[in-house]
Nanobody, 119 residues
Framework: QVQLVESGGGLVQSGGSLRLSCVAS????????MDWYRQAPGKQRELVAT???????SYADSVKGRFTISRDTAWNTVYLQMDNLKAEDTAVYLC?????????????WGQGTQVTISS
């Protein structure tokens, strides 16, 4: 089991920055990738950024050049640095961990943190 707790959300003006954190606890050594998703009211959940165990990173086109995902070596914490924020970035941001075991793959969600950008 993996537990995920996000923090760092808030209200900022357009052009501002926020740094989200996702703290993982439990059996974290089986994590092989973690993602940040976001969900705005009335919209589908959207994959924002991914980081894998070999350090590979990928981003949604809408955030490339503005957001940076990073993690500590032990998968204890994953970060999402968000710069040059826009009103359309307003959403609940959720952390997602993917694990691999001999018995299969299991995925976990955090509860989310609200990000609101004022224009």
């Amino acid at each position: 089991q993996v537990q995920l707790v996000e923090s760092g959300g808030g209200l900022v003006q357009s052009g501002g920055s926020l740094r989200l954190s996702c703290v993982a606890s439990g059996t974290t050594f089986n994590i092989y990738a973690m993602d940040w998703y976001r969900q705005a009211p009335g919209k589908q959940r959207e994959l924002v950024a991914t980081i894998t165990s070999d350090g590979s990173r990928s981003y949604a086109d809408s955030v490339k050049g503005r957001f940076t995902i990073s993690r500590d070596t032990a998968w204890n914490t994953v970060y999402l640095q968000m710069d040059n924020l826009k009103a359309e970035d307003t959403a609940v941001y959720l952390c997602y961990a993917r694990t691999s075991w001999d018995t299969g793959e299991y995925d976990y969600w955090g509860q989310g943190t609200q990000v609101t950008i004022s224009s």
